[in-house]
């Protein structure tokens, strides 16, 4: 069993109306929930994949029971650690007039001492028979820095592998406690992750990824001549950072999801020990075949699955 924990998800609420006019009351011609942050991204994707997956972490109020609501119907089973505060939430209003998207954003929710300690008894027992932990996403209010480095102990203690997938503080107490895979989200240096503790560090290039250990080191880069993934409507909410979106959906190595999506990739490979090689293929196949809102079209995955070009390893 894969455990993805998400410690600040977010229900994206979309509303589509005709025209939005400031002000005044506005019909809404359709409403639509979904479960956003990017564990829960990252959940879904290995369950595509058919790999027994739960998403823990913390949730409360009428927010957190949509969040599970849709996880399930995606068929992601779920053990979130309740909390008394209502879970953020992102408005999306889409106005069919104009095109124009107006958001609000709900601040994050306080976490009491108390949840984090049940949040904390929780995850442990869900080590026992864990095969993966991914750790990945910001941390709400009240939660501290170490919070990810804390769990990463945990799991190492247990003999779990666990992918950090982090910035700022959060990933540099995290790199600290000697987990298998950081995935960082930007400016961060592999040589101090590595120096810090990390097992390996992944990190997007210019035109495919590049996996460093503490002796090694491969590039994975794949041609986007022969498919492209489909297009589809636009996420209610942005599956990277669990925020709503805000304009227009990112293109190429930019596109919605991508980093979720190498995230996902690599985590059958460091549970089940592929080589660096094959961990690639999938992974940067998987990332580049990603919709727009975080789904994988595994029609384009299969395509591009040989079309991954591995260097290396080089010293």
Not at 52 to 64: K, R, Y
Not at 157 to 167: K, Q
Request: aromatic fraction near 4%; hydrophobic fraction near 45%; include cysteine.
């Amino acid at each position: 069993m894969i455990v993805t924990v998400t410690l600040n998800p977010a229900l994206g609420v979309r509303y589509d109306a005709e025209w939005v006019a400031l002000g005044a009351a506005n019909q809404v011609s359709g409403v639509r929930y979904h479960a956003g942050g990017r564990g829960l991204t990252v959940a879904r994707l290995l369950q595509t994949f058919g790999h027994e997956v739960v998403a823990a972490g913390l949730a409360g109020g009428s927010s957190g029971e949509l969040i599970k609501a849709d996880l399930a119907r995606a068929g992601v089973a779920t053990q979130f650690t309740r909390i008394s505060a209502e879970s953020r939430r992102g408005v999306r209003i889409a106005d069919a007039g104009t095109g124009q998207v107006t958001t609000l954003e709900e601040p994050a929710p306080y976490i009491t001492t108390e949840e984090l300690g049940r949040l904390a008894a929780d995850y442990r027992a869900m080590l026992d028979g864990a095969t993966a932990v991914v750790l990945c996403g910001s941390l709400p209010a009240g939660l501290p820095a170490e919070t990810y480095a804390s769990l990463t102990s945990y799991a190492v203690e247990a003999g779990v592998p666990v992918i950090l997938n982090a910035d700022g503080s959060a990933l540099r107490h995290g790199a600290k406690r000697q987990p298998a895979l950081v995935i960082p989200e930007a400016g961060a240096s592999e040589s101090e992750l590595m120096a810090a503790g990390a097992g390996a560090v992944v990190l997007l290039t210019g035109n495919g990824v590049r996996a460093v250990t503490a002796e090694r080191e491969w590039h994975a880069s794949v041609g986007h001549s022969a498919v492209q993934p489909a297009t589809v409507e636009p996420a209610t909410v942005e599956p990277t950072t669990g925020e709503p979106i805000t304009g227009e959906p990112a293109t190429g190595e930019r596109a919605t999801g991508r980093r979720d999506a190498l995230v996902a990739g690599f985590v059958p490979g460091i549970a089940l020990g592929w080589t660096w090689p094959d961990m690639l293929r999938h992974a940067l196949a998987l990332a580049d075949s990603v919709t727009p809102d975080g789904e994988a079209d595994l029609a384009v995955y299969e395509k591009l699955l040989p079309e991954v070009k591995v260097a290396g390893p080089r010293s």
